[in-house]
């Protein structure tokens, strides 16, 4: 079993590295010691992402669950769902949310920030995660990926985390992905070499954080926000922030090897 982790208190993040199941450690000490962690704030020093974009179908089928930490939906064909990240091909595992944002954009945060992890093609334990912002704006239609799973949330307020039995991913469900696939064409995105946001904290994941956000309205926001910050599990929020020393190992790396 996996020791429960949260985002406050004595199982936040400042004390993953110490969780414990049965009275023996979890192999969690990279989230306190490793030197290539996320999230980071992005800046300048962050260099942009060439050849990357993704040509996921316009929709496609996905179930989606609360696994007590987020969020989480996945595709029914993983295969149909590839992207080209740093000239390299990867299909698309899982996305999932976390409420507010994980990384910083110039030392700003978002309301929500969601998170697309993929698998190398040739390679199924190289990982890379595709980041894009949500900005909540009181005008127009909002998101339609967003629209498109908003009516499955409600299914989803208990997670079902502990008791592997009781994990019920929803039905098969379509999900419209235009808004991704257009909002990395027409962005400026940042890569750098960073780690899993939740424990074990696992390094060598590649970060590609897409810099324009897309827009949500009010109704959408709250729908997520009710499950990842005010859910029994959930008790604050699902984000953690970007702590400053691993900022200073990512601008001294940054500068030695200029790409
Ligand atoms: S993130 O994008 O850096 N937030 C994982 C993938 C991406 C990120 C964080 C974690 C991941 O694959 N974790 C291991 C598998 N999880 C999956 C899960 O269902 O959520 C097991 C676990 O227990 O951590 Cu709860
Ligand atoms: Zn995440």
Redesign the pocket.
Known sequence: T?PPFSYTGETGPLLWHNLTVDGKNFPYHKCATGKQQ?PIDITDLVPLAKNTTTSFPSSGQFTIEN????I?ATPQKPEDYKSILGGQEYKLKQF?F?VSS?HHLHDETFPLEA?F?HTKVDDDSK?A?VGIFFDVVDTGAGDMLIQSICPELKELEEPK?DKREEKKPSAPFNVQMHSINNIIDNSKIRNYPG?????PCSEQ?SWYVVEEPLAIIPKQFNRLKKIMKFNSRFTQNNYSDPPKENLLALVKQTKQTPT
């Open positions: 996996m996320s696994n007590g930490h987020t989480e999932h976390h994980e998170h992890v990982l995660v985390h780690s899993l946001t939740t424990p994941v």
